[in-house]
């Protein structure tokens, strides 16, 4: 009788701390979370500036009372409190939290800072732009929680044993019971295996009771889900934001990887670069007329052509920031915009929107925007009046990172393909200069989301790498959609994956913790499963005719308690995740290169 109390005393001690340790262990898989809410201070300075913006006071608040456009000073060695822009000072801030990046960024004027990154060097005067719930910080901790909350389809396949488990593991107990009390009783064993405190009951019921301990479905539970919130928050410490489990697993079997071309293998910081008018028509006018619409439209190009309008309106001592209005404003995803400026019509884009407007281009027109695009150049064509009277040259470098970055992929046996809204010469001479061969240009954006079924429909499974509204809706249609984080909100909101740095490395970065993940899921899924195989039988006594070795049920309560915890354990495992050393000389060769260029 004794036995009997020492064993249920001992099962249950070891079965609640089996509990404790899975509880402490699966704590620190979601210590990413609470460590990015540490990251926002718990005060802020706040300014009061007079009508001629000098300060006049300055006190103490909770950040949590920061509204929208208050000015706050961030003084060397502090947390920026918020999102904002800076309107005084100049500084290098240390972003490496927020995006992974690991030098610190230089801050002047204009620039744009994040909640809870680390002021280094000059004091700063922000003004508030987002804050609270709309700040990236926030925005951040609530992706990663619904990342590390959602189910990877992966899991569906524990799902399925667990069904059948518990009443597999049941039967299995009473059969191991009734098995040996029966042959305790028929005297099919010798009487000298019982133990001189039991008799036949007692040694079948421990049999039984050990099968019934030992077998472990929540070893089972946890091999999914442990892994997915750890490398979901490993993967946020890096810049890489994946939502979910589904996110995850999809991008670790991708064959073939569409990139868009503007703002993702080029910088996204194009710059007017010529101009070439074919009818007598003042530099000035040309360009109030082109800003005129573009400044209604988010495209880099866009915005470039505003930039440069800006700066020669600066040039002649008029007021750059007043153009006339648009009338009956129409951006045409993919080829340009189309407005009434002045009572006349305008339009400006790509030769495809030129030619299906009717509009007839001349062989001068066509020559020019042959050698443009022989340079790597984008050709701007304008239209007044149903006329062609200028073009416009745009140029984007490649990022410095692209090249190394599509072999990497191809290493990876990774198929990469450039699809742009931009015309044939520029699209094949990035092409070149990054070391794509497939190249699909003048695409409109439906265009990309039917390539990316088009390659599916071939069985592969297809990742999108983009930035602007135009590639959302093949972010959507792809298995995963990657969104560099410097792009359109509606884009990051329609991506799977989010690359907070915007640096092509870190779709490398996304493939290689995915592939990392999901062979520690694996592992995890082998080691549970195995133990179950191997322990079971053990604990139903197969070894006992033999060897005499038996599982106690406080024994078999230990070897349950401890499978739970080493998967939990394994998963941890990948809080100690490295990029690939090949990413690391890449960037140490880009960085030589650019020191040798300057």
């Known amino acids: 009788g004794t036995d009997f109390f020492e064993t249920s005393a001992m099962l249950i001690s070891f079965i609640l701390l089996g509990k404790f340790l899975e509880v402490l262990a699966k704590g620190k898989t979601s210590e990413a979370i609470a460590k990015l809410m540490e990251l926002a201070p718990n005060s802020a300075t706040l300014l009061t500036l007079d009508d001629e913006g000098n300060v006049v006071c300055e006190r103490e608040i909770s950040t949590q009372l920061i509204q929208r456009n208050d000015i706050i000073k961030v003084v060397p060695g502090s947390k920026v409190p918020t999102d904002g822009a800076v309107v005084w000072g100049q500084s290098h801030v240390n972003e490496s939290m927020i995006t992974g990046e690991a030098r610190p960024i230089s801050k002047r004027l204009g620039d744009k800072v994040i909640g809870g990154t680390m002021n280094e060097s000059g004091v700063l005067h922000v003004r508030a732009t987002h804050v609270g719930s709309e700040t990236a910080l926030a925005q951040i901790v609530r992706l990663v929680e619904a990342a590390q909350m959602a189910k990877a389809p992966v899991q569906k396949f524990a799902d399925r044993i667990s069904r059948y488990f518990v009443p597999f593991v049941v039967a299995a107990a009473i059969i191991t019971w009734v098995a040996w009390f029966i042959a305790g009783k028929t005297g099919s064993y010798p009487k000298s295996w019982i133990p001189s405190s039991m008799d036949e009951f007692e040694l079948a019921l421990q049999f039984g009771i050990s099968v019934l301990v030992i077998a472990c479905p929540c070893a089972l539970g946890l091999a999914t889900p442990t892994a997915v919130m750890v490398a979901t928050g490993k993967g946020a410490s890096q810049g890489v934001l994946i939502k979910g489990g589904h996110a995850l697993e999809s991008a670790h079997k991708v064959q073939c990887i569409v990139f868009d071309k503007t703002g993702t293998l080029t910088v996204g910081k194009p710059l007017v670069v010529g101009t070439k008018l074919f009818k007598n028509m003042a530099l000035q006018i040309f360009y109030d007329m082109v800003a005129a619409a573009e400044v209604n439209s988010e495209h880099p190009l866009a915005k470039a052509i505003v930039e440069y309008a800006k700066s020669l309106r600066e040039d002649a001592g008029l007021d750059s920031g007043r153009f006339s209005e648009a009338k009956k404003f129409e951006a045409i995803p993919g080829q340009g915009v189309y407005a009434i400026i002045e009572g006349k019509e305008l339009l400006v884009g790509n030769r495809c929107l030129i030619i299906e407007s009717g509009i007839i281009v001349s062989e001068d027109v066509v020559e020019h925007l042959q050698e443009t695009e022989e340079l790597a150049r984008t050709g701007i064509l304008v239209a007044i009046q149903k006329e062609v009277v200028g073009v416009i040259s745009i140029s984007d470098p490649v990022k410095p990172e692209a090249s190394a970055v599509i072999s990497i992929l191809r290493s990876f046996g990774v198929k990469s393909i450039m699809v742009t809204g931009d015309n044939w010469g520029t699209a094949n001479a990035v092409a070149r200069e990054v070391g794509i061969k497939d190249v699909i240009a003048e695409t409109r954006p439906s265009g990309k989301a039917e390539k990316v079924e088009e390659l599916q429909n071939t069985g592969m499974i297809v990742g999108m790498v983009g930035d602007g509204i135009n590639d959302s809706p093949a972010l959507v249609a792809a298995d995963v959609g990657l969104a560099i984080g410097a792009g359109t909100d509606i884009a990051i909101e329609a991506a799977d994956i989010v690359l907070m740095r915007n640096n092509l490395e870190d ?59 080493s998967v939990v354990c394994s998963s941890l495992l990948l809080k100690y995740y490295k990029r690939p050393s090949i990413l690391e000389s890449s960037q140490a060769d880009t960085q030589s290169a650019s020191s040798i260029q300057l």
């Open 507 to 565: 779709v490398v970065t996304a493939i290689h913790l995915s592939k990392k993940t999901f062979f520690r899921i694996k592992l995890n899924y082998l080691w549970a499963l195995g133990y179950n195989v191997l322990g079971i039988p053990i604990a139903a006594g197969v070894l006992f005719p033999p060897t005499h070795f038996r599982l106690p049920p406080w024994v078999a309560g230990a070897a349950m308690a401890a499978s739970s915890v």
